[in-house]
């Protein structure tokens, strides 16, 4: 009874403020009911007047002319019904044409709706004005939430996959172009931002009126899916560009740009923010600046710039702070350090955290080696896969290095991209598969569950094996 109560509840507020009814509280006081009104009564005394003047303005007419006036007639006989119609009758019929579903109470009519998977939502805007309102609603996901019908997604900025390779298509594969072109004709290559639906294991290719730029970063924050810089796709220079989705409501816009364009830079979201750091300019300097985004009031504000330059490194969130890994200066060009920096945003400043990135001191590239992934519980995960390491490892803290968590999964072999999902309790990895001669080959998903270790494989159909740059995932 207690779970009831508290269901009708939630779909209560779910309703509020999205339906406009003509229903009002009805008064304490008995008040007799209400057949004639005002406004009534002076639109029958018009139509009566004009009745009786239409035979005089009316020009001969061949017999029968009354005939004619059948069709005032007839809003007459409209308007008298309506007229002496109970305003309680009235009510009534309002209130049922406005009923989420005719003939349902609206909890049950909510718990309908929100049981609709992710991938209808922009039909279901398109019903009518009542559905839209609900449905681009942040309630509207907390009560799928509630009810166990939200689903985990993950959005990729991934290299597509020339058309026609492969089996020709998935049966949970949409086949929507991709920004216009296919990668068989485009040049330079082309990206796209791809959405892979955990919940019922389909793949998407996001339409886009403009095209991916290379290398972009993608975060989700608020309701959004923030993208942020990259390359030209066509000039190949960096980008200061920020593209903002709506998730609920399906629609992009153009974000306020960066004060700097930058490409391979750390990103992460934070507290509502979006934080950039480090990465390179056009002209393949090095940069230490750094910028938060809000995405809610679409604005940039200045951060104090990192401690040293970090072109090509990595962003990660880890309790509760921005973390740039890794990187190098302009003068070391790959040379990759092992320290690491975090942001505190209380105190308004970077800390510098050393060995973080160990594989730097064993010789490692650390370009592509290796993904980060902020967890349950605030904890920090790297998922390697070269200099030497190969798995899954947790950041234990200042002075205390790593320790193991999970072997990578059967089949992954190198350049890593990972997210976590459902509140960081699993991992999507997207990751370059071996080949029957141990060599890369064409990427894959994997999923691992957090708390038991456990891979699970992900059926990744040929148009989504691209190279992933950036990752990102959502509970919607």
């Known amino acids: 009874m207690e779970g009831r109560m508290r269901r009708k509840k939630l779909a209560s507020n779910a309703i509020i403020g999205h339906k406009r009814t003509l229903v009002h509280e009805p008064d304490q006081r008995a008040s007799p009911t209400v057949y004639f009104s005002m406004e009534s009564f002076l639109l029958l005394l018009f139509l009566t007047a004009s009745l009786l003047i239409l035979p005089l303005v009316l020009p001969p007419l061949p017999p029968p002319p009354s005939m004619l006036l059948l069709l005032p007639i007839g809003l007459l006989l409209v308007l008298l019904i309506l007229a002496f119609m109970p305003s309680d009758a009235r009510n009534i019929a309002s209130s049922y044409l406005q009923a989420l579903i005719p003939g349902l109470p609206d909890d049950i009519a909510l718990d309908c709706l929100a049981r609709v998977p992710h991938r209808f939502h922009s039909g279901l805007r398109l019903v009518c004005y009542g559905w839209r309102d609900l449905v681009t609603a942040p309630c509207f996901y907390q009560h799928r939430e509630h009810i166990g019908a939200a689903e985990d997604l993950v959005f990729l900025v991934q290299a597509l996959v020339e058309k026609g390779s492969g089996d ?150 880890a309790g509760g702070q921005f973390w740039a890994v890794s990187g190098y200066g302009t003068e070391e060009q790959g040379m990759f350090g092992g320290a690491a920096e975090r942001y505190d945003a209380t105190a308004g400043e970077w800390r510098r955290e050393e060995g973080v990135w160990e594989a730097a001191a064993e010789g490692g590239s650390g370009g592509g080696d290796a ?106």
């Open 168 to 317: 020709g298509g998935e049966a949970k594969e949409e086949d929507e172009e991709e920004n216009g072109c296919s990668a068989a004709v485009c040049s330079p290559p082309t990206y796209g931002l791809s959405m892979h639906n955990a919940t019922e294991g389909s793949w998407h290719r996001v339409v886009m009126a403009e095209p991916t730029p290379l290398f972009a970063h993608v975060v989700a924050v608020g309701g959004k899916l923030v993208m942020v810089g990259g390359w030209d796709p066509v000039t190949l220079e960096p980008l200061a560009e920020v593209r903002v989705l709506d998730l609920a409501r399906g629609k992009w816009r153009r974000g306020a740009a960066m004060t700097a364009a930058r490409s391979f830079f750390a990103c992460a979201a934070v507290a509502g923010r979006v934080y950039v750091a480090g990465g390179h300019d056009a002209g393949k300097n090095a940069m230490r600046e750094a910028e938060a985004y809000d995405a809610a009031g679409d604005q940039w504000a200045a951060m104090p710039a990192m401690g040293e330059e970090r072109d090509e490194c990595k962003g990660v969130v």
């Open 371 to 476: 993904a980060y992934v902020g967890v349950a519980g605030g904890r920090m995960w790297s998922v390697e896969c070269g200099g030497g390491r190969r798995g899954v490892r947790e950041y234990a803290g200042t002075g205390r290095g790593w320790k193991e968590v999970a072997p990578l999964p059967e089949g992954a072999m190198s350049r890593p991209c990972a997210a976590a999902m459902g509140g960081g309790e699993r991992v999507f990895l997207m990751a370059a598969a071996a080949t029957g001669e141990n060599r890369s080959g064409p990427h894959g998903g994997w999923i691992l569950e957090a708390g038991s270790a456990n891979w699970a494989r992900v059926e990744t159909p040929v148009r989504f094996s691209g190279f992933a740059y950036s990752a990102t995932a959502v509970r919607l």
